[in-house]
């Protein structure tokens, strides 16, 4: 196939601007997919993404279409990963891609994730062609949707293209601005094997299936590869396309997209961004852009009941064969027990791990408040990585280091007061804003990630009724002044409630956490003072008082039965408290760590 | 020990803190009841040979709704039914309104020797936070008047932790009633139980109760001020005089067997707990058919004994290790050591040949009673 007859684009959208249903219609139109099979969307809704999980997200798909004027032409449509968390595996996937449609929701206008992944798509040199969707909805202001687009993005928007995704209207204009808007593949087929890693999948029988862009040279069945980062040899097994369904081929060539089976085991063994070249006739030059993903937010996990850390660990090590971005290391918490240190790209990585771990395999679990990743500079210049605020020793450190991230929050005019003031409360620096159309409103931050960690995007949601869309990406390390706040119940400290903490707020936080676990933590037997502190130095305290009286009156007409039951229910829920020391501490407590009032 | 429970269900008017099984306003059942009450006893003279009655106990609701002449034709009843000790207790529960000379001349011929006068408090405000339907007079002469009528066995049942209740009136109440000198007390700690007015004004916030703090300190008191009067603090709730101590719930407390008559009641025979119909309705058409049980349970052996010691641990004197140990054919100290180390520990304890709550462990009684469920 001649290279000017391939077209490799991508959709990028914000969350519901109808991503999936237009990738369906143009498979539909292209007869890539019957209509029968067309029930379901094919590429990943969010919820479905959801369910799957994280890593078996990305799919390309090969469409095989006829221009009006009579050529043919083969696209690659590939999906990419619909969230922050999932910055990097986007621009790896806007790599393997000469243009992008960017879809906006004619009525919700630009969101914070438009901006973000449009962003990445000019960063990657994409022609981005705008497509404006959802135009059969009441609401719909095509207009405004376009200045928006100009205002936020510097992208001509005027001969955007009107459709609805729903109803196939505007789907073929589509089809025929990709022929003309984006750019055929370059690549030298008889240069060295270069193909971009950009996904990679997970399957039970055959190992790990590699996605691939061959940027020069080809690929067959048989061939010695080398990933270039990590430095690993193997043999081809299979190749192929998506058509939708894996098909497999002779051979994949310099411009087009498919994929290997190489008998890796697991997704670790492969690195998004990295670059397949030819055991024997390597390329000098790997592919720019690669690089190591890094876990940013930390959570320990434990099992409710201890018996259950044999099961959790294995559930852990059973997600992480596809997920390459999930690390665990054993932890041990003197409140908590075994478990695990668990690291995440992000919140909704932290969150999807969870809920599978307690849905697919049936675990309860506490997960300790969420940390970043702290870099101490030592007096001796050395430098620890911190993802435990326990571990946190002020000693012989000179300097704290925290996560900052970029975030844009997009907002109708309304809520910009709110949004300033939360972002203040949290330690933000305002770098822009712009006032896009009469009522959408761009606003930038600087924050630092351990405040986003939390409860941040509850608060914005809460602040803004649901109407602020918020993206972010990572932006380096930055000096703070940070220290540790403990938390000690009967006088001892409980490792699973230290943080990390800015100084200058540290008084007030020790303050209103002790105050929040005094109303939750129920009376014991004894007296039990509840310690904020410092380096050792208490800052705030406050006391459960002992439990002075719990008895039931009498058994009413000899009903004992009843009163037997009522202890048992008592029994009960002591069982669903963790025992720390002599200290009894409700779930609630640990959860309750995670709240950060204004 | 053997005792009869026989529950009345019926009231005049709900009072506010009352989770019991009673109900007002059913005025036209009280025959057909009282009629279903006959035919339950009835039906128990062909059932089995029944060991000798140590008490007899009508409780409710109010059984003097049913009037003098039924509680006669009742307890009349029973004694062709069952063989009554010529010492058995047979106590009446009996609220101050209804103490006439008239209805307490005719309960003391019929052979109640026993009464349960509800006052529930001596405070005008607290008696109309209940909804009680008497006032502070009324509860005194009450007393006077079962004195009259010959009654040398009076127990008052009070309640402390009332909304609004001071410690300085609670300490009041308390003296009145120790130099009105009754033979025997109960007193309660209220507690707010589901489906009740007072429930949803606390939960509505209209009504505040006493901090905890402050009703564990009214318990204290109580204890403190009853024994200088001369009482014996012989369980949990119950203070007694000259060996007035209420042996129908003692048979309960020590684990004894119990046949209880009537909607709701519960029986504990041959090991078996069993309770009837709640509803007075449902009661009076299902004993045409001697078919009242609503349900039951048998514990295992294990279970038993816990439920055992639980009991006991009501009782200021505790149970008797050697006893319990030779009736269940174990080591107290196998099953339960650890539990019970931990409990001495706290000082909620004492253990040596008996077991026991201390007076700590008295107001903390389901903290250590926890362990042996």
Known sequence: MNLDNIRNFCIIAHIDHGKSTLADRLLEITGTISSRDMKEQVLDGMDLERERGITIKAQAVKINFKAPDGREYIFNLIDTPGHVDFTYEVSRTLAACEGALLVVDAAQGVEAQTIANAHLAIENDLAIIPVINKIDLPSADPERVKREIEESLGIGAEEAILVSAKTGKGAGEVLEAIVKEVPPPKGDIGNPLKALVFDSTYDVYRGVVVFVRVIDGSIKKGDKIKMMAIGRTSEVEEIGFFSPKMTSAERIVAGEVGYVIAGIKQVKEIKVGDTITGAKNEAIEPLAGYKEVKPMVFSGIYPVDGNDYPNLREALGKLQLNDAALNFEPETSVALGFGFRCGFLGLLHMEIVKERLEREYELHLLATAPSVAYRAIKTDKSEAIIRNPSDYNADQVEKLEEPYIAATIMTPGEYVGAIMKLCQGRRGHQTNIAYLSDNRVQINYDLPLAEIVMDFYDQLKSKTRGYASFDYEHSGYRSSDLVKLDILLAAKPVDAFSAIVPKDRAYDRGKILVERLRKIIPRQMYEVPIQAAIGGRIIARETVKAKRKDVTAKCYGGDVSRKRKLLEKQKEGKKRMKQVGQVTIPQEAFLEILKVEE | ?373
């Not at chain 2, 003279?45 to 007899?56: A, F, G, M």
């Not at chain 2, 009214?218 to 009067?229: H, P």
Request: proline letters at 3%.
């Open chain 2, 1 to 373: 020990m053997f005792g009869l429970y026989l529950h009345i269900p019926f009231c005049r008017s709900r009072c506010s803190y009352c989770g019991f099984n009673s109900y007002a306003g059913l005025e036209e059942r009280y025959t057909s009841y009282f009629e279903a009450l006959l035919t339950e006893i009835e039906y128990q003279l062909s059932t089995e040979d029944w060991p000798v009655v140590s008490s007899v106990f009508f409780g409710g609701g109010n059984p003097a709704i049913l009037g003098g002449k039924r509680l006669s034709l009742l307890l009349g009843a029973l004694r062709k039914s069952f063989r009554l000790s010529p010492t058995a207790e047979v106590t009446t529960e009996l609220n101050p309104e209804d103490a006439t000379p008239e209805l307490l001349k005719s309960l003391k011929s019929a052979g109640f020797n026993r009464l349960s006068l509800g006052w529930q408090t001596l405070n005008g405000d607290g008696l109309v936070s209940l909804k009680r339907r008497h006032n502070r007079q009324q509860a005194i002469d009450s007393l006077t008047a079962a004195r009259g009528a010959g009654f040398d066995n009076v127990n008052i049942d009070m309640i402390f932790g009332l909304p609004n209740q001071t410690i300085t009136e609670w300490r009041d109440d308390l003296a009145t009633l120790a130099s009105l000198n009754p033979d025997h007390l109960s007193l309660y700690s209220l507690s707010l139980e589901p489906g009740t007015e007072l429930l949803r004004q606390v939960e509505a916030g209209k009504t505040e109760l006493p901090p905890v703090d402050d009703v564990a300190h009214m318990y204290e008191i109580a204890i403190e001020v009853l024994r200088k009067s001369g009482f014996d603090h012989y369980e949990i709730s119950n203070f007694a005089k000259d060996g007035h101590a209420c042996s129908h719930n003692l048979n309960c407390w020590h684990g004894g067997e119990y046949l209880g008559i009537g909607a709701g009641a519960h029986s504990h025979l041959k090991g078996k707990r069993s309770w009837r119909v709640n509803d007075p309705i449902e009661y009076i058409v299902r004993s045409r058919e001697n078919d009242t049980i609503a349900g039951n349970e048998v514990l295992d052996k294990g279970r038993k004994l816990g439920e055992r010691i639980i009991l006991g641990l009501r009782l200021c004197d505790g149970i008797d290790i050697g006893e319990l140990e030779a009736e269940y054919g174990v080591n107290i100290s196998d099953i339960y050591g650890d539990a019970i180390r931990d409990l001495k520990q706290k000082g909620l304890l004492v253990a040596g040949s008996r077991l026991a709550l201390t007076e700590k462990g008295l107001l903390l009684a389901n903290e250590a009673m926890v362990a042996f469920v």
